[in-house]
């Protein structure tokens, strides 16, 4: 195995992909803490459990969420955050503001993280309508007219009861969220102006009023308890001012104005508020400017930028102010002591401290939209303020017009004097002047799939975009004297001229963003969806050797005659896989979570079954969480097997339906085998020949990022997850066999501490022949900046002593010269890459996206020249 593969490569470049470029971005806020007695001291630092959710909006009305790819009480990880879902938006649609708010606040303690089905989010994509997302069906649950027209920004209250709405005709909205409802709550005054930007002062605690000994003891009322009350509003103008709102009576109490140029009005993009009062501005001049709330005048005022400051983040422990805007500059502003503390009761106001400019970053190429830091601040009073662990750096994310988010540690200089913990693992350095950032891979489809999807036989590839999709078709291979191919090893130097063409493009009537598309091998069939209908079309060649489309019209009657027992019987679809021989389309349903299994060799295609086992509830079995089945388990995690407990169909029936996305399907190339993975991680294997439910497999911490089978064993499932960890399950068998899991347990550090997660494997079909035999077997694993060549071989249980397989082990993981190993062989000239796969034996596609080619479409990025005239 430690000799060179030598394959054709095609570099295809000519995909005219464009991803969306990112307008917003949302770390989920923590629960309040209780309201202790006056006077006690806040508790030490802890570091929250796990990473929040990354909610990541964008210009196209898509919605990407994010999770960690780390475990629980995992404070590193190389992936960082992985894509899990997309939520598709309208089309057309963009999002400009997105809010995350605790659904049920008081279920939760102080110190947890969210988790998705705690949280509700909130979009605005600048018309007059809100949204609230369902996290669960991937679609929106309700909305609500702001009846005060276009909405430019939105926040919630610490307590996430309100959310308040800035809106184009000069008034701020309050709306209730109480007991996951949402209502209009409050209006208030209007002003002149639009409500550009917005944000919540920090509450006050209320304490309950002392009883005289004489009352009873035993009452229970809600007036006994602590509460937080939300006291007053900041709000950034167009007229060149910030006005603080008082939100009992709605009027405002006071008004700050801002510099001028020429008699112009000034826009005030962005406003924070520190748990002190402190107000901080970002405007249309560059300049960031802090404010002493309850005097409402400047304290300090900086020339951040050059151009307009767009958004701004506060530190978790809120001495550290992040801005960024038009200019691509990241700028970090810093609270320092000056003196001795007992000088003023203000720290702000003293001579105690006051703020510096401490250094500024360049980290994206064209303007930046929005930051988000993690962990979130929270919006307290000094006596309540949280306090962290400096031992672990906090994560500044920033993303813009130039389509990625870039994560960065961002640690204080006064923090070095301990080790700190950087969790990208980037460097060892964590401190925001120093420290390495980190530019997370944009995804070409929805839920971290591919939007490249490619038929080997017909020697074709398909494209999805918001609400078309494009087929080209690549030509023969040449002969092996000619140029445009190349090794692996090397990328192509001489490409082929003209060794693809166009041959489809189409534009489809859609209610939302495509999700989800397949074409089949033999290039008969192409199938996409939105969220709403699924299209399936017969795609044929004519005389002139061009490619003809005809759509499939009762298509959807077909289907939603399947589905009409469901409460939500739309006809679209999360996930696409034709089998092998074209014959049959596998397709998981949106909203609805069925499995429909149809025949496409008929006059008009047909469903053979529909299954609803990712419908069920998680239920314990022998002391074992299995998500999803309520008789006993059909999976052991040792060496032996026990026979599958067949449920049966009244079972099945009674059993409470629950909402989850199934994003991922795989089927075996001998079509007998259909495995399906959810957002839930639970993973079933169907039986495509018995048209049966086969096994249910264990249910693994993070949901599997690609489910593959291996050509040569089609019994072999292979599941990578987003943290680079595999797992191999024989279906035939339902065990994981002793092979695989030295495989998976001695996988290179180099593999599993890529920056970027594995998005697909691709297998060679030369070793699927009877002559290879004799040849090593290997997978190559790929993500957006690295393809992999991993072994695959195995050995019988008995051929090799566990002594003698860890010594060959050891052996094969050792590195070479350039990094790899003899069994392993990783290349990192491809990027970003869309797409991996293979046309013919021997014959590699690879699809790229450079981000150089999607840039030079874009309008060029704010240049001033230093020197010279301006």
Known sequence: MGDSTTLAVHRCRFVDFAPSAITALAFPPLPLPPISAKGKKPSSGKQPSRFGTLAIGHANGNIDLCEWAGGEREYRSSQAWVIRKTLPGPYPSKVDSITFVIRHPDDLDSDDVPLCSDLRLFSSGGGGELLEWDLDRACVRRTISSQGGAIWCMA?????????????????????????????????????????????????????????????????????????????????????????????????????????????????WTVGVLGDGTIVSGDS????????????????????HGADVLCLAVGPDGNTVFTSGVDQKTSLFSLVKTGNPDQGSNPLVGASSRWIHSCSRRMHSHDVRALASWPPYTTLPPSHKRRFPIDIAPILASGGLDMSVVVTPAALPSSTVVKIVNPLSTSAHCVFEDSYHRRLAYSSGPSGTSAIQVARKARLVSCIRDAGLSVWRIKARPSEDEDGFSDLELPSLNPQPAGWEKVLEVDLNVNTNLIASAISDDGRWLVASDLYETKLFSLAIDVKDRLTV?????????????????????????????????????????????????????????????????????????????????????????????????????????????????????????????????????????????????????SFSK???????????????????????????????????AWGKELCSGLPKRFTHAHDPVLGVAFDPAEASPAADATPRYALFWGSTWICKLSMNDSAPGSVTKKRRRESLKLSAEPTADGNSGDFKMVTHYRPILHVDFLAAGELVVVERPLVDVLSDMPPAYFKHKYGAS
């Open 156 to 268: 919630a209250n610490p307590a996430s009861t309100l959310l308040a709405l800035g809106c184009e005709d000069g008034t701020v909205r309050l709306l209730s969220l109480a007991n996951d409802t949402l209502t209009h709550h409050r209006k208030f005054d209007r002003v002149k102006c639009r409500i550009l930007s917005i944000a919540w002062g920090p509450p006050t605690p209320q304490y309950p009023q002392r009883r005289d000994s004489g009352a009873a003891e035993d009452s229970d009322s809600d007036d006994d308890e602590d509460t937080w009350n939300d006291t007053w509003i900041v709000t950034g103008g167009s007229d060149s001012s910030i006005r603080k709102w008082d939100v009992a009576t709605g009027r405002v109490i006071d008004r700050m104005g801002t510099d001028k140029v020429r008699g112009e009005r000034t826009l005030v």
């Open 550 to 698: 005809r759509r499939i019209r009762e298509f959807s009657s077909i289907l939603q005659a399947q589905l009409r027992g469901a409460t939500t019987s739309t006809t679209g679809a999360q996930a696409f896989r034709f089998t092998p021989d074209s014959s049959k389309l596998v397709m998981s349903t949106a909203m609805s979570s069925y499995i429909l299994v149809i025949d496409l060799t008929g006059e008009k295609p047909h469903v053979l079954r529909r299954f609803d086992h990712h419908r069920l509830k998680d239920s314990i079995v022998r002391d074992r969480v299995v998500k999803g089945r309520k008789t006993s388990g059909d999976v052991e995690m040792g060496d032996g097997t026990i026979e599958d407990e067949e449920e049966s169909e009244e079972e099945q029936a009674n059993a409470t339906p629950t909402v989850t996305s199934v994003l991922r399907l795989a089927i075996s190339p001998d079509g007998q085998w259909l495995a399906t993975s959810d957002d839930r991680a639970r993973t079933n294997i169907f039986n495509l020949d018995s048209i049966q439910h086969h096994s249910v497999l264990p």
């Open 703 to 737: 949901p599997a990022q690609v489910l593959a089978f291996d050509p040569k064993r089609p019994d072999i499932l292979i599941m990578a997850f987003p943290d680079n960890s595999l797992q191999i399950y024989n279906v035939e068998s339902r065990q994981f066999p």
């Open 285 to 304: 001049l560059g300049m960031i400017k802090f404010w002493d709330s309850r005097t409402c005048t400047q304290l300090q005022s900086f020339q951040g």
